[in-house]
């Protein structure tokens, strides 16, 4: 009832298991770890914030006819060569 027949443990999978969850007693600070850290928790968060403060004011998405730019200041058209 309480079983669906006899499991047999393997030895290595369960010291991985035991390594996996007792992992951060043994975490230390190394250079790379730390660089990874620097990396995710402030240099991609400033980079995406950067680029949204850039564009937010950049285009108009509501309400654009057709034929009309989506930039709020559209650049200036070419020059016809005649």
Known sequence: MGGHGYVKHDPAIER????????????????????ISIVGLFVFPASIYWISANTDLRWKWGGVRKGQPLAIKPSEPAPEAE
């Open 16 to 35: 991985w298991n035991v390594m996996r969850e007792d992992v951060y007693k043994h975490f230390k600070f190394t250079s790379r770890a730390a660089m």
